[in-house]
C-alpha cells in the first residue's frame, strides 16, 4: 500500500539525482500543479494578446464596411440608393445594427426608404436567420428588425417568444409585434404586461407610449376590469393601473374612480386615485384622504392638488399636521394650488400654526412658490 | 497503545508547511471559481446589453434618484464635481451636497459657483446626525441644494443627505469621483429589471494617466506613476470578479462608496450609515442581507461591470499604505458588526459563502499570509524546510498570484476593452507579472497592519487623501 511521506522537512538523499521535481510525490504533485499553473498563466496571457489582434483586426474590418454603408443608409434621407451596400455574412448583425439605429433615428419618407432598401436586400431573411441562432445578441437584433420590417410572416414565432424565459428577448419580441400590428397585438399582449413582473415596468410603459394612447386605452380598460373581477389578482391591477399613465386619462378616470372607490386594496386604491381627476370622485378622494394607510393618504392628496376646491382648505389644514411626512409634505403644496389661493393669506395662517412641523411645512412650499 | 499510533507522523514544521501551502491553494481556487462565475456573468450581461446603444432602448421613466455628494475639505475639486454630476444624462435627478463642516473654501466654492440662496426647508429627521447649520438651493440649477452641517464624518453627510433626499432611490458619490454621462442610467438597470432590488454598485477604474475635462472623462490613457499603474490590475481583480463573481449568488457584500445606489427606504429602515466605522460603505451592505436575510424578505444586491465611475488612486507609499489600512479596518468592522449572518439559517449565499469567504480570505488573510511567507522563508534559512517545499510554496503562491491578475485583465479584454491601445494591453501584461514580485506581498503587510490596528481599537476619521487631480482639465476647477 502506497504510505504518502508527510514530512516534507526531510530532504530526500535522492533529491540531486531527480533533478528539479521534488523527490516526495506530494510534494511533486504541488509542484506540478503549481508549473502548469503558471503555464496557463503565459497562455492566458498569448490570449489577451491573441484577442487585443483579432478585436483590432475586427475593428478594421468594421470600418472598412461602416465606410461604405454609412453613405448608403444616410442616402436614404433623400430617397432608395441604387447600389446596395455590401454585407459580407460575418458583418450581418453590424450591418443590422446600423440599419436600425438608422431605422429608429429617421422618421417618415426617410424611414420608409430604409424599409425598401432593406426589402432590396433581403434583409428579412437575414433577421429571420438570426432569430433563429443560438447566440442571444443576434437573435435579439434579428426579433428587433423583423418589427421594424413589420414581417407578418414571422408573427406566430414572434408570438411564441413572447413566452420565452429571457426577458430581454420576450420583450424585444412583444416590441416587434407591436411594430407589426400593434392593434392586433395589445388586446392579447396588455395581459402579458400585467402578469410578467420581469419585464420592467418603465420599459412596458415606453412601449406603450409609442403604441400611442389611441391604442392602447380601450385593451388597458378591458384588461384591468377583467383583473379586477378576479380574486387575487390584485398585482395586476395595480401594474395595469400603473401602465394607465400612458392612456387617454379621461376615458380611464371612470374605471380609476370606480376602483378607488370599491376596492379594499389599499395599493389598489392608490394606484387608482394616481388617475383620478373627475370632480365627481372628489367626495371619494375626500374620505380616502383620512385613510389609515398613509400613502393612500398621499394619493388623494395629490389629486386634491389637480382638483381640489376651496372648500378643501380644512381637510388640508389638517392634514398638515399629519403624522407623516410625505402627507404633510403634498398637504402644503395642494394647499397652495388650491383655486383662490393667496400666498400672503397663507403665510399669516402659517403664523397662526402651533404644530411647528406643520408651520415649517408650509413655509416650505411658500419659499418654494415664490421662488 | 496511543490513539496516533498508525497515524502519519506530523511534527509542527510540517504542519506549518502543509497548513500555508493549502492556505494559498485554497484562497487561490475560491477566486479562480469566482473568476468562473465572472465570466458566465459577463457573457449575460454583455448579450443583454447588446441593443442599448439603439435610440429606442431609453425608456425616459426610469425612477428619479437623490445624487448624494458629501464633501470635506474639496475645495480645489468640488465645483468641477459638481457641475459633471448636473450635466448626467438621466431623465429627474437632484444633486444634494453635504459639506461636512469642511475647514477650508468647500462651501464659500459652492457658494461662489452656484449662487446659493439659504432656503428654509421642512427636513425630516428620520437619521440623527450632526446639526445641520443650514440647507441652500441654487439660484442657477434648480436641481442642487447644499446642506451644510457640522463636521461628523462621512457616514453622518450621508445620513444628513439621505434626510434630505427627495427621490426613493439616493445614489452616494463620492466628490472626487468621475462619472460617465449615463453612469445613473447604467446602474438604475438593476432596478429596473428586478423590483426586490435594494441596492446596486458599479465598477469603480483608476483615473490617473486619463484625460477629464470638465468634469468627464474625454481619453483613457495609463498613469506614469508605477504605484497607480500597479492599482489598475490591482483593480481589475477586485472588482471584475471579486464582485461580479458573487452577483449571480445574491452575495455581493462590498458595494463602493465612490459610486452606489441604494433603496432609501430600505436604508432609513435600517439605520441609516453607521458612524463607529471607517467601511461605513461596506458595512451597509452586509447590514442589509444580514437583516433581509433575517427576515425572511427577498431582495437583490446587484454589482454592474459597467465601468461608470473613475477615481484617482494614491500615488504615494504614504498615502497608499493609508488608504489599504483603511480598508482593512472597514472591513474587519463590517464583519464584526454583522456577525449574525455568518452561518445564520437563512443566510444563504451571503451568509455561507461570502462572509466565511470574506473572513478567512479576506480578513484573516494578511495575518496567515504574511506569516506563511515570514514562516516559509526563516524555516528555510534555518534549514527546518527543505529547498524543494520552500520553493514548490513559492512557486504556488506566485502562479496563483499571477494566473488570477492575468485571468482579470482576459475578463477585461473579453467585455469592455476600456484600454484602447495594444502598447497599453502590453504595459498591463508586464504590470500583471510584476505585481506579484513585492507589491501584493506590501498589501498585505499593510493590510495586517491595518487588522492590527483594528484589534487594538485605535479610532479613525473621514480618509484624507492628497489628490493631486492633474488629469483635470478645462472648466474643472474653480
Not at chain 2, 425608456?59 to 454630476?85: D, H, K, Q
Not at chain 2, 446639526?131 to 453622518?156: M, Q, W
Request: hydrophobic residues 45%.
Amino acid at each position: 500500500m502506497l504510505r504518502l511521506d508527510f514530512n516534507l522537512s526531510r530532504i530526500p538523499e535522492s533529491a540531486a539525482a531527480a533533478g528539479w521535481l521534488p523527490q516526495d510525490p506530494l510534494l511533486a504533485l504541488v509542484f506540478q500543479t503549481g508549473l502548469i499553473i503558471i503555464a496557463c498563466s503565459f497562455l492566458m496571457l498569448l490570449s489577451v494578446f491573441a484577442l487585443r489582434m483579432r478585436l483590432l483586426a475586427r475593428q478594421r474590418r468594421e470600418r472598412f464596411h461602416e465606410a461604405r454603408w454609412k453613405p448608403l443608409l444616410a442616402e436614404c434621407v433623400f430617397g432608395v440608393p441604387e447600389r446596395l451596400p455590401e454585407v459580407p455574412r460575418e458583418m450581418r448583425y453590424h450591418f443590422l445594427k446600423h440599419w436600425n439605429y438608422h431605422h429608429e433615428s429617421l422618421v417618415g419618407a426617410a424611414r420608409r426608404n430604409l424599409e425598401t432598401l432593406a426589402e432590396r436586400m433581403h434583409l428579412e431573411e437575414v433577421a429571420r436567420d438570426l432569430m433563429r441562432s443560438g447566440d442571444l445578441r443576434q437573435r435579439l437584433i434579428g426579433v428587433v428588425t423583423l418589427g421594424h420590417l413589420g414581417d407578418r410572416t414571422q408573427w406566430h414565432e414572434l408570438r411564441a417568444l413572447v413566452s420565452d424565459r429571457s426577458p430581454m428577448l420576450s420583450l424585444a419580441a412583444a416590441r416587434a409585434l407591436l411594430d407589426i400590428d400593434a392593434a392586433a397585438t395589445l388586446a392579447w399582449l396588455v395581459t402579458v404586461m400585467a402578469s410578467r413582473e420581469d419585464w420592467p415596468l418603465a420599459r412596458v410603459v415606453a412601449m406603450l407610449r409609442e403604441a400611442g394612447p389611441d391604442r392602447c386605452t380601450q385593451p388597458l380598460i378591458a384588461a384591468t376590469e377583467a383583473a379586477s373581477r378576479v380574486e387575487g389578482g390584485k398585482r395586476e391591477v395595480v401594474r395595469l393601473l400603473q401602465m394607465m399613465e400612458v392612456a387617454h386619462t379621461e376615458r380611464v378616470a371612470p374605471l380609476a374612480g370606480r376602483i378607488a372607490r370599491e376596492s379594499d386594496e389599499p395599493e389598489v386604491i392608490a394606484a387608482a386615485l394616481r388617475l383620478t381627476q373627475d370632480p365627481r370622485d372628489l367626495d371619494i378622494v375626500r374620505a380616502l384622504a383620512r385613510h389609515g394607510e398613509w400613502f393612500v393618504r398621499l394619493a388623494a392628496l395629490r389629486v386634491l392638488g389637480r382638483i381640489g376646491e376651496p372648500a378643501d382648505r380644512v381637510l388640508l389644514m389638517d392634514l398638515l399636521c399629519d403624522t407623516h411626512w410625505w402627507v404633510r409634505y403634498h398637504a402644503a403644496r395642494a394647499l397652495i394650488t388650491l383655486p383662490g389661493a393667496r400666498l400672503e393669506d397663507l403665510d399669516k395662517v402659517r403664523g397662526t400654526l402651533s404644530d411647528r412641523f406643520a408651520a415649517d411645512m408650509l413655509g416650505e412650499a411658500i419659499a418654494e412658490a415664490r421662488a | 497503545m496511543s490513539f496516533f499510533d498508525g497515524w502519519p507522523q506530523w511534527d509542527w514544521v510540517s504542519f506549518a508547511q502543509w497548513f500555508f501551502l493549502l492556505y494559498f491553494i485554497g484562497i487561490n481556487s475560491g477566486y479562480m471559481l469566482l473568476n468562473l462565475l465572472s465570466l458566465g456573468s459577463l457573457k449575460r450581461y454583455v448579450e443583454m446589453h447588446s441593443l442599448d446603444d439603439l435610440p429606442r432602448s431609453v425608456s425616459g421613466f426610469e425612477p428619479p434618484v437623490s445624487v448624494l455628494v458629501p464633501a470635506y475639505n474639496e475645495e480645489a475639486t468640488i465645483a468641477g464635481s459638481v457641475r459633471s454630476m448636473l450635466q448626467l444624462n438621466y431623465p429627474e435627478y437632484e444633486v444634494v451636497v453635504i459639506n461636512d463642516g469642511s475647514k477650508d473654501g468647500t462651501m464659500a466654492a459652492l457658494q461662489r459657483e452656484f449662487s446659493l440662496l439659504p432656503f428654509p426647508e421642512a427636513s425630516w429627521q428620520r437619521l440623527r446626525t450632526k446639526t445641520v447649520r443650514g440647507i441652500y438651493r441654487s439660484a442657477t440649477y434648480p436641481t442642487l441644494r447644499v446642506i451644510d452641517k457640522e463636521n461628523g464624518g462621512k457616514a453622518d453627510a450621508l445620513n444628513a443627505g439621505i434626510n434630505a433626499a427627495r427621490y426613493p432611490l439616493f445614489c452616494g458619490v463620492d466628490a472626487d469621483s468621475v462619472l460617465e454621462r449615463d453612469s445613473l442610467r447604467r446602474v438604475i438597470e438593476p432596478f429596473l429589471e428586478d423590483p426586490r432590488t435594494i441596492a446596486s454598485g458599479g465598477t469603480v477604474r483608476i483615473a490617473n494617466g486619463c484625460t477629464v475635462d470638465s468634469g468627464f472623462l474625454t481619453s483613457v490613457g495609463l498613469p506614469r506613476n508605477p504605484l497607480a499603474l500597479l492599482q489598475i490590475v490591482e483593480y481589475l481583480r477586485a472588482f471584475l470578479f471579486g464582485r461580479l463573481g458573487w452577483s449571480p449568488l445574491n452575495a455581493v457584500l462590498i458595494i463602493s462608496g465612490a459610486f452606489g445606489i441604494f433603496r432609501k427606504e430600505v436604508v432609513v429602515e435600517a439605520g441609516g450609515y453607521r458612524h463607529d466605522t471607517v467601511g461605513e460603505d461596506m458595512e451597509l451592505v452586509v447590514r442589509l442581507h444580514r437583516l433581509f436575510r433575517a427576515r425572511g424578505t427577498p431582495y437583490r444586491i446587484v454589482f454592474v461591470p459597467d465601468p461608470i465611475c473613475w477615481t484617482e488612486a494614491p500615488e504615494s507609499l504614504r498615502v497608499l499604505k493609508n488608504q489599504r489600512v483603511r480598508w482593512q479596518r472597514g472591513l474587519s468592522e463590517s464583519l464584526t458588526m454583522n456577525l449574525g449572518l455568518l452561518f445564520h439559517p437563512r443566510g444563504g449565499a451571503a451568509g455561507w459563502l461570502a462572509f466565511p469567504f470574506m473572513a478567512i480570505f479576506e480578513w484573516l488573510g494578511p495575518l496567515i499570509e504574511v506569516a506563511g511567507y515570514a514562516f516559509m522563508i526563516s524555516a528555510w534559512l534555518l534549514g527546518m524546510v527543505s529547498g524543494e517545499a520552500f520553493w514548490t510554496f513559492i512557486l504556488v503562491a506566485f502562479g496563483f498570484g499571477l494566473v488570477l491578475s492575468v485571468s482579470s485583465l482576459l475578463l477585461e479584454e473579453i467585455s469592455f476593452h476600456i484600454y484602447p491601445k495594444p502598447g497599453q494591453i502590453a504595459v498591463l501584461l508586464v504590470v500583471v507579472i510584476l505585481e506579484n514580485f513585492g507589491y501584493r506581498q506590501l498589501n498585505s503587510l499593510w493590510r495586517l497592519w491595518g487588522l492590527l490596528l483594528w484589534m487594538t481599537g485605535s479610532k479613525a476619521r473621514w480618509g484624507e487623501m492628497t489628490r493631486k487631480a492633474s488629469w483635470q482639465t478645462g472648466g474643472g476647477n474653480p
